[in-house]
C-alpha cells in the first residue's frame, strides 16, 4: 500500500523539503546598474503572458541583485544549458567571490536594455522591469520582454531535489550509428 508522508504543521524546513521536489529549470537573472552589473541563480521564474510578452520571476529582496535591478528598472532571464552548471553555482554564490567576479566567465553581451545577456544561454530574455510587488521576503518582477535570444540544441540545466540535473532523451548525445541501429523512434 502506497505510504503517504502528511505532516500539517508547515514550517520553513517543511515547506523547503516539499519545494525540493518541485523540479525547475535554472536561470540566471542579471542587471546593470550604471558601471555595476549583478546577478543571481533563480529558479523561481516562469512565463506571464505571451501577449503582451511577458514573464515573471521571484527574488530576495534583501540580495544585493534586487537592490540593482530596483535601481536599473531592466533584469535579463537567462535560461541555462546544462553544460553552464559552473556559472549557476557561481550566480549562487556557492563558490566564492566578489558579485562581479560572477561575470568574469562567460561572454555577456548587451541587447535593448543594457542588462547583460548571456550569449550561450539556452535562451535569454531582455525585459524592463513593468510592476514589482514586495511580500514577506521577496518581490515578485513582471518583466516586459524587449528582447529575445534563442539559442536551443543543448539539454537544460535543471535542480531537483537539491541537486543539479538535466532531462533524459531530448538532445542526448548517442553516435549516429547507434540511432540508425535503434531504430531511434
Ligand atoms: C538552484 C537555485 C535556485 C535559486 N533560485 C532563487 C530564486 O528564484 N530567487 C532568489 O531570490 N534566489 C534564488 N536562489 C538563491 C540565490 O541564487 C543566491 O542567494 C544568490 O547568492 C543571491 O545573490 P545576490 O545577493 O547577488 O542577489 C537560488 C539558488 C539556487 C542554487
Redo the contacts with the bound molecule.
Keep these: 500500500m502506497t505510504e503517504f508522508h502528511r505532516d500539517s504543521r508547515v514550517n520553513a524546513d517543511r515547506f523547503r523539503d516539499g519545494m525540493a521536489l518541485l523540479t525547475g529549470a535554472?536561470n540566471i537573472v542579471a542587471t546593470r546598474s550604471g558601471d555595476v552589473r549583478?546577478g543571481?541563480?533563480?529558479?523561481?521564474?516562469c512565463s506571464f503572458s505571451a501577449e503582451p510578452p511577458r514573464l515573471l520571476a521571484?527574488?530576495?529582496f534583501s540580495?544585493?541583485?534586487?537592490q540593482q535591478i530596483a535601481e536599473s528598472r531592466c533584469m535579463s532571464v537567462n535560461v541555462l544549458a546544462q553544460s553552464q552548471e559552473e556559472l549557476?553555482k557561481r550566480?549562487?554564490?556557492?563558490l566564492g567571490g566578489e558579485?562581479e567576479d560572477r561575470f568574469d566567465y562567460g561572454n555577456w553581451i548587451e541587447l535593448t536594455t543594457g542588462a547583460p545577456v548571456l550569449e550561450a544561454a539556452l535562451a535569454a530574455f531582455d525585459c524592463s522591469v513593468e510592476e514589482m510587488l514586495v511580500a514577506h521576503t521577496?518581490a515578485v518582477i513582471i518583466g516586459e520582454v524587449k528582447d529575445v535570444l534563442v539559442n536551443g540544441g543543448m539539454k537544460p540545466l535543471l535542480?531537483s531535489n537539491r541537486a543539479f540535473t538535466t532531462t533524459k532523451g531530448q538532445y542526448d548525445e548517442f553516435p549516429l550509428d547507434y540511432i540508425m541501429a535503434e531504430a531511434w523512434y
Design positions: 535554472v549583478s543571481l541563480t533563480a529558479s523561481a521564474v521571484c527574488i530576495n540580495g544585493n541583485s534586487f549557476a550566480f549562487a554564490n556557492m558579485d521577496h535542480y
